[in-house]
């Protein structure tokens, strides 16, 4: 009982609020000195203060709240902006309805051909002269002789013509004119003109084998048949342009010689020249003549007129030049003249000592002259 007692008889401290023994002075916790007439008035003033009323508002009226200041908001805000002309009236745009437009198609009415009606003329009217006869009237109106019988109920033999008898002559009757044929293009022309012969394809036949047999070209079999490639299959058939045949392979023909070479002009050196001793060579140039074939040449001939026919010199070149050689020079103090022509060869072959044969290819050149010899004293006039 005693210790309910003192448990009971306990108080607070002011200061830190720890449970102090009823007699303390001091708060051991905190060490605060405890007054015990102002804890009563403390106490006694907090029993007789006046609580602060508590609001308590539901959170769905709270939302309700803030919707509508912000309504309330907008609206001034619109409202000051409609007055400043800062708000623009939404332009309406009309909206177009579109009327559906009935289309009538129209029906294709055929209309008959109407085939014009041939109206018979009526018959003519002859009248039987001399010496004329059934057939000589169907022959004038281009009518049958048996027309005329039928038409004057005249024996079937016609032997009963009277002259001055009136005879009804049916008119001709007109015969139609032929039909336009079709004109055949290029083309078509070209393949109804062709002699062809069908082929079909054996085992081991191809395309090039098929060609070859016929002597045609591959080409044209694959266009004649069109085919786009050059395979062809067991038992396929085919037409063979004989038309299209390659020419047959002869004998070459024997090459032609050109006609004979104009006469060449002889360019250097002049004619009547002189030289001397000192001149080691002398070059004669003439014009081409046109371009050579392998086995033609062009004769140089080089005659010493003065000491006779005995000294000549005849060479063969492809050139247009030639160089007289030093030792083709004169061994003698009287100058000697020296005549000069060129002309075209052609070999013909060979002797049996192996020197070739040549045969006039052109005309001879005209002649020039010159003037050769070793003294070196005088130079003579040409």
């Not at 805000?77 to 309406?92: I, L």
């Not at 003329?121 to 027309?147: H, M, R």
């Not at 001149?279 to 006779?308: H, K, P």
């Not at 000592?353 to 040549?358: K, L, M």
Request: proline residues 9%; aromatic residues 6%; charged residues 15%.
């Amino acid at each position: 009982m005693t210790s309910n007692k003192n448990t009971d008889q306990s108080s607070t401290c002011p200061v830190c609020g720890s449970r102090i023994s009823t007699n303390a002075s001091r708060c051991l916790v905190c060490g605060s000195s405890i007054d015990k007439s102002s804890e009563k008035s403390v106490k006694k003033t907090e029993i007789n203060r006046p609580k602060i009323p508590s609001i308590t508002i539901a959170l769905p009226l709270v939302i309700a709240l803030v919707v509508l200041f912000l309504a309330i908001g907008a609206g001034g805000v619109y409202a000051v902006m409609n007055q400043t002309g800062m708000v623009v009236e939404p332009t309406v745009t009309p909206t177009i309805t579109s009327t559906a437009t009935i289309t009538i198609t129209p029906t294709l009415t055929l209309t008959p051909t109407i085939e014009p009606s041939i109206t018979p003329l009526p018959d003519l009217e002859y009248t039987v002269q001399s010496g004329d006869s059934c057939l000589s009237i169907a022959f004038l109106f281009n009518v049958s002789v048996n027309s005329i019988v039928v038409k004057n109920n005249l024996s079937a033999t016609c032997d009963n013509l009277v002259v001055g008898q009136k005879l009804s002559i049916p008119q001709p009757t007109p015969t139609p004119s032929p039909q336009p044929t079709a004109t055949l293009g290029e083309v078509d022309a070209t393949r109804a003109a062709c002699n062809t012969v069908s082929y079909t394809v054996g085992p081991g036949d191809t395309l090039s084998t098929i060609a070859r047999n016929y002597n045609v070209e591959i080409d044209a079999i694959r266009q004649w048949n069109g085919i786009i490639s050059d395979i062809v299959y067991e038992g396929q058939p085919l037409q063979i342009p004989l038309c299209q045949r390659l020419p047959t392979a002869g004998p070459t023909p024997t090459a032609t010689n050109p006609p004979p070479y104009q006469a060449p002009s002889l360019l250097l050196p002049a004619d009547g020249a002189p030289f001397t001793a000192a001149n080691d060579s002398i070059a004669l140039q003439w014009s081409s003549v046109g371009t050579l074939r392998s086995d033609e040449y062009y004769a140089v001939n080089i005659e010493d007129v003065t000491e006779g026919e005995g000294r000549r010199l005849v060479e063969y070149v492809t050139d247009t030049k030639f160089n007289v050689p030093a030792n083709f020079r004169p061994n003698s103090t009287v100058p000697h003249v020296l005549r000069w022509t060129v002309f075209v060869v052609r070999q013909t072959g060979s002797s049996t000592d192996g020197q070739a044969i040549y045969q006039p290819a052109g005309n001879i050149s005209n002649p020039r002259t010159f003037i050769w010899w070793a003294n070196l004293a005088s130079t003579p006039s040409p």
